[in-house]
């Protein structure tokens, strides 16, 4: 069975900066995209940014200059960097991985959600 687990969310003043993390743990053959998506109250989940086993990444428009996503292979976790936050980056945050799994499945994985608040 696989996990993915968040951290890092929490209250921070606009303008200001955090960092998620999203650990992967179980059985499983190989990681290949990972990323992170959220969704505000009210309104649908949305991708923030993506990056595949060769570190190629991709982000959405409003994301990019201000985020900034990376991965550890080595321990099969992935990282957001958000800096010059702002209110309406306010969310909860999920983190994504589409994994290899035995004998051969690949599977769509989701995390449980971090909540970030931008406010003064």
């Known amino acids: 069975q696989v996990q993915l687990v968040e951290s890092g969310g929490g209250l921070v003043q606009p303008g200001g900066s955090l960092r998620l993390s999203c650990a992967t743990s179980?059985?499983?053959?190989?990681?290949?995209?990972m990323g992170w998506y959220r969704q505000a109250p009210g309104k649908q989940r949305e991708l923030v940014a993506t990056?595949?086993?060769?570190?190629?990444?991709y982000y959405a428009d409003s994301m990019k200059g201000r985020f900034s996503i990376s991965r550890d292979n080595a321990k099969n976790t992935v990282y957001l960097q958000m800096d010059s936050l702002k209110p309406e980056d306010t969310a909860v945050y999920y983190c994504?991985?589409?994994?290899?799994?035995?004998?051969?499945?690949?599977?769509?994985?989701w995390g449980q959600g971090t909540q970030v608040t931008v406010s003064s």
């Open positions: 994504n991985a589409v994994i290899l799994m035995p004998p051969s499945i690949r599977g769509d994985y």
């Open positions: 179980g059985s499983f053959f190989t990681i290949y995209t």
């Open positions: 990056v595949n086993s060769d570190a190629n990444t």
